[in-house]
């Protein structure tokens, strides 16, 4: 249903200062922003029918985050961080999306959101300086600013698998899971996929259907979350602590609020390793990863230690030798795909009714109408669940068939990867601005402190436009290719680029293979983008 502030004359094409495509927690804020703090003219486009973006569209079972809630929430109003009550350190989706229906709520925001409305074109008009949008529903937008809003990991991947429609029993996946919920009772099913979607869906499934057969290609280093309930003490003691804890996520490199190890593992003796390691596998949660050793991302050798402790945990854990070695992973470095945290994953192989199947030994080699054949086996299933993530990062910008000066498609522009200042604009693209775009710390960050410091710096950049007068700005040529290689030379220098990952677009056939995202730390960006505004925008070109 159309809002009724934003219904635009019929034929006709409504005006705004900014367009925002996108209601999840960027866009959220974004408009927020925009709309009352900048008191500019604004609409979002929305394509799904609520508020919430990834935690909208991602329900499958075991869904829920794997940073602590306390900090993976928005930090911009103090009042909602002290009303609103988080029910454990690692909440479900369902209680996520409730908080950003919540937000929608409290800041009035639905009215200016133009739910079940996909943008299906972006054309720069450069006589005017402004972006003309047409929707799925027919509508036309003309606006000053388009600012994307659309999620780094939005746009699912399912396999093009031969006779993928052949398949006669039920097929889901995980990142457009259906809003009535599937009930895997008495069903043979078959999940493909263990990366963090994958690894949280395993034991849910397993605890309800007749048998659950995993597909693996890669296996993955997971770390138990150790979920409990939030005490009513350490709520308290957050809440009281907020700002500090805020200003240690901000200053932070992957905006979390924990204390960073500065020891390396190869000042550590075997025994101190194991302790460091053991201790934080207690705890749970990415503090193994961020707080054992500095130089996990740096030296292989140092990784290793990390990686061999998660490997004897396996093998610990999995009463099948065979199964736990094929769950150990060797390809890749410990943290170079992005690390999962589970809640009883290795023990569902424990279970009598879960198999794991390798996948890269014997290949899928097509799905049939009864299950799915592999090179060496067929499957006869119910059900599949493709776990199979997502086209990550440029996806879902691509598919808005963006077109800058001179008719040039984003997709042309990005075919060898994409180029960006900041992840935040991209030459020939005036007045685009990507919330947490390839080129910006994004996905390796704690994503709510990624998402609100570029959506502060738009307003802000926004606002100094149209104080001084400006209609235009675009990044140049010469400071986005000082950027795109400064990215480069970081990522060059950790282990990330060992590993097939999303963050490399390896895990979509024939995309370029680059690192997205800025590995320098959230610190260190956001020294730099705030360096910029201080040298009068530096890197960007501004017109009246
Ligand atoms: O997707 P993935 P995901 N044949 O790309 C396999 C975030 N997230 O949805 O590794 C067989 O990681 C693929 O195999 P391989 C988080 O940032 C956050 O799990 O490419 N297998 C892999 O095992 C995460 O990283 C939360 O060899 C195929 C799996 O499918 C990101 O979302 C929770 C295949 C895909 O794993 C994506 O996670 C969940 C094929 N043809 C996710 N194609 C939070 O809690 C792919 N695979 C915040």
């Known amino acids: 249903m159309p809002n009724s502030s934003a219904v635009a004359e019929l034929g006709g094409v409504r005006t705004l200062d900014v367009a925002i495509v996108g209601a999840g927690f960027s866009g959220l804020y974004m408009l927020q922003r925009v709309r009352d703090v900048l008191h500019l003219e604004t609409q979002v486009f929305e394509a799904g029918d609520g508020v919430g973006g990834t935690w909208y569209w991602n329900r499958y079972p075991g869904a829920r985050c ?38 929608a709520d409290r800041f009035d925001l639905r009215r200016s959101i133009r739910f079940e409305t996909r943008v299906t074109s972006a054309t720069f008009d450069e006589a005017s300086n402004r972006w003309n949008l047409t929707t799925d529903t027919g509508e036309r937008i003309s606006a000053q600013f388009l600012v994307s809003a659309v999620g780094c990991l939005s746009s699912s991947n399912t396999p093009d698998f031969p006779g993928i429609d052949s398949f006669e029993g039920e097929c889901y996946h995980t990142g457009a899971w259906p809003h009535e919920g599937v009930d895997f009772t008495g069903k043979r099913v078959g999940l493909i996929g263990t990366g963090s979607t994958g690894i949280q869906a395993t034991p849910v499934i397993a605890a309800q259907a007749q048998h659950l057969t995993v597909f693996q290609r890669t296996p ?34 992957f905006g979390f609020p924990y204390v960073p190890s500065e020891r390396l593992a190869g000042d ?58 094929l769950l150990a992973p060797t390809d890749h470095p410990y943290g170079t795909k992005r690390p999962p945290i589970d809640t009883s994953y290795y023990e569902s192989y424990n279970r009598d009714n879960v198999t794991l199947i390798d996948v890269r030994k014997a290949a899928i080699v097509e799905i049939t109408a009864g299950g799915l054949r592999t090179e060496d086996a067929e499957y006869a299933l119910d059900t599949i669940v493709y776990a199979t993530g997502f086209d990550a990062m440029t996806g879902a910008l691509l598919k808005m068939n963006i077109r800058g000066v001179d008719g040039m498609r984003l997709a042309d522009k990005w075919a060898d990867g994409p180029r960006s200042l900041l992840g935040l604009q991209v030459v020939g693209f005036p007045n685009l601005f990507t919330i947490t775009g390839p080129g910006s710390p994004s996905v390796l960050v704690n994503m709510p402190v990624a998402i609100e410091q570029h959506v502060e710096w738009i307003c802000d950049c926004i606002e100094y436009l149209g104080r001084n007068g400006l209609s235009r700005i675009e990044a140049t040529e010469a400071a986005q290719n000082a950027w795109v290689q400064h990215v480069f030379d970081e990522a060059d220098e950790t282990l990330f680029p060992l590993a097939n990952s999303w963050y490399m677009g390896a895990n979509i056939p024939g995309k370029t293979r680059v690192f997205m995202p800025y590995v320098g730390g959230m610190g260190q960006y956001r020294d730099r983008c705030a360096e910029v505004v201080a040298n009068g925008y530096e890197g960007f070109a501004m017109q009246n």
């Open 66 to 103: 794997d940073s602590e809630s306390y900090y993976y929430s928005y930090s911009f109003s103090r009042e909602l961080e002290q009303e609103w009550n988080w029910s454990s350190r690692y909440p479900e989706q369902p209680e996520i999306l409730g908080y950003l229906n919540h937000v």
């Open 268 to 325: 550590a003796t075997p025994e101190e390793q194991r302790r460091v390691y053991e201790e934080l596998w207690q705890l749970g949660g990415f503090r193994f990863f961020m707080s054992s050793f500095s130089d996990l991302l740096t030296d292989e050798a140092a990784n290793d230690t990390a990686a061999e402790f998660v490997r004897a945990k396996i093998r610990e854990i999995v009463k099948d030798p065979a199964t736990a070695e």
């Open 220 to 253: 993955n280093y997971s770390i138990p979350a150790r979920n409990e309930p939030l005490s009513a003490e350490l709520a308290a003691e957050i809440k009281a602590n907020y700002d500090e804890i805020r200003q240690k996520c901000r200053d932070s490199d």
